[in-house]
């Protein structure tokens, strides 16, 4: 596939080796994940591939991000600009690849969730938490659930990262309590 060609000659020269590792694990967990629920694989592949394009821009590259695609920035992400990676690389994409607007949200949901996000979104943001390089006690489990219930694996793992950031006196964004709160009251 020649995008996925593309794709990773970028990221290969423009991120970290670890980063690139790590997608590359996404990339190929997103495929296991979609074809076991019947979505498009080598769209979740390009997607998981693609997912943290702006994971390693620094503080002067994300607002220039912000300004060019004027980008709305809440009061949480302004004290932490690392959670604009989502939103700064969805737009990368849709002008770099010419990616389609559930591709890009995707990629803008993989960080903290949306209360939108259809089986892709959910495909990619579970790929990047169980991705086969990750370490943790539950990603046996959490592999297990993956393969038989997105909605449930979503909430697990919004359930134990709101949890750490609690333990760690960190802020928690709104929106993943939003998302969490959806998959509950489905």
Do not use: W
Request: with cysteine; net charge positive; proline share 1%.
């Amino acid at each position: 596939m020649e995008i996925i060609k593309e794709i990773d000659e970028y990221l290969k020269n423009n991120m970290s080796q670890k980063r690139y590792i790590h997608s590359v694990g996404v990339m190929n967990k997103a495929k296991e994940l979609a074809n076991k629920h019947n979505i498009d694989e080598e769209k979740a592949m390009v997607v998981g591939l693609a997912h943290d394009i702006a994971k390693e821009l620094n503080a002067k590259e994300i607002n220039n991000y912000i300004q060019k695609y004027n980008i709305e920035v809440d009061e949480i992400e302004q004290k932490n600009l690392g959670l604009l990676h989502g939103k700064i690389g969805a737009k990368i994409c849709r002008d770099k690849y010419n990616f389609t607007k559930d591709m890009q949200n995707a990629i803008e949901y993989h960080t903290l969730g949306h209360v939108n996000m259809d089986k892709l979104a959910k495909i990619v943001y579970i790929a990047d938490k169980i991705e086969d390089n990750r370490k943790g006690k539950d990603l046996k489990y959490l592999n297990e659930l993956a393969q038989k219930d997105l909605d449930k694996t979503m909430l697990y793992l919004l359930d134990t990262t709101i949890v750490i950031n609690i333990k760690r006196h960190k802020l928690i964004h709104p929106q993943s309590i939003l998302t969490r709160n959806n998959l509950l009251s489905k």
